[in-house]
């Protein structure tokens, strides 16, 4: 079994920046992809970023793009995500996600509520 749980968030103002953190425990097992997702009230939930595990490529959303930045650190078995320039419509409920060789290698934090104030 393994656990993710995702700290960082808060209520900010625009313009301002936050760093989510996601600390993972348990089981072992052959990771592949790191993300961060994000769901707004009334909307689905959508990608924000991803981290190949192997070649360490990153993806991110068009709407984040220069603003947010995602990361690792191999020895706290922790990953990050950087965000800057936070606007409103950023507001919503971020969580992490960890996706293995295998199918059933596919997992999620809580998720951690980021508010921005106009």
């Known amino acids: 079994q393994v656990q993710l749980v995702e700290s960082g968030g808060g209520l900010v103002q625009a313009g301002g920046s936050l760093r989510l953190s996601c600390a993972a425990s348990g089981s072992t097992f052959t990771l592949y992809v790191m993300g961060w997702y994000r769901q707004a009230p009334g909307k689905q939930r959508e990608l924000v970023a991803t981290?190949?595990?192997?070649?360490?490529?990153?993806n991110y959303a068009d709407f984040v793009k220069g603003r947010f930045t995602i990361s690792r650190d191999n020895a706290k078995n922790t990953m990050y995500l950087q965000m800057n320039s936070l606007k409103p419509e950023d507001t919503a409920v971020y969580y992490c996600?960890?996706?293995?060789?295998?199918?059933?290698?596919?997992?999620w934090g809580q998720g951690t509520q980021v508010t921005v104030s106009s």
């Open positions: 996600n960890l996706r293995g060789s295998r199918r059933s290698d596919d997992y």
């Open positions: 981290l190949d595990s192997i070649t360490s490529g990153t």
